[in-house]
């Protein structure tokens, strides 16, 4: 995330190749990694797609082990959707880390989930036209409020 690639990718081959066989680093680590770094050279395209493998269980408990995921592959995945210009896919991805706060729990993730809801209903006001585009501008307003107030819920209020 901070655009190290040439230090990113040579420890991301390494945990590659030192292992191979655990779930969570082929499944969710690795893939994270190498959609952070397709976004870093502006292609979230590749982004998204580096993340399929993510989706399949990203969501799921690992008995008697930490989850640790604090679904970043659903993050990445909502920012690769803003940067490719998809308002609504985005605002999903985001919505869905709010939506399971049981495993994200006090990750950064979580909170920052929020100001990425904002963004994607703010990108969806700027992409729709008339009523639909209003509504958007009311959810980014409402989001940016309470990523703003450490959790308080404000009330919607009508377009200014």
């Not at 292609?43 to 989706?55: D, E, T």
């Not at 006001?125 to 703003?148: E, H, N, P, W």
Request: hydrophobic share 45%; glycine share 6%.
């Amino acid at each position: 995330m901070v655009g190290d690639a040439a230090r990113a990718e040579p420890l991301a081959q390494d945990l590659n190749e030192r292992f191979p066989l655990d779930t969570q680093m082929q499944s969710l680590w690795l893939p994270a990694i190498r959609a952070q770094l397709a976004l870093n050279r502006n292609s979230p395209a590749a982004a998204i797609s580096a993340l399929q493998a993510a989706s399949a269980i990203e969501l799921g408990q690992i008995a008697f082990l930490a989850n640790l995921s604090c679904l970043y592959p659903a993050y990445i995945r909502g920012e690769a959707y803003l940067a490719a210009g998809q308002g609504s896919a985005a605002a999903a991805e985001f919505s869905r880390i709010l939506d399971h706060s049981g495993i994200v729990w006090n990750c950064w993730t979580g909170a920052l989930a929020h100001l990425g809801v904002a963004r994607a209903n703010a990108l969806q006001s700027r992409t729709s036209q008339g009523a639909d585009a209003d509504a958007a501008r009311v959810r980014a307003l409402a989001a940016y409020k309470i990523s703003s107030r450490s959790g308080k819920t404000p009330t919607p209020t009508s377009p200014s």
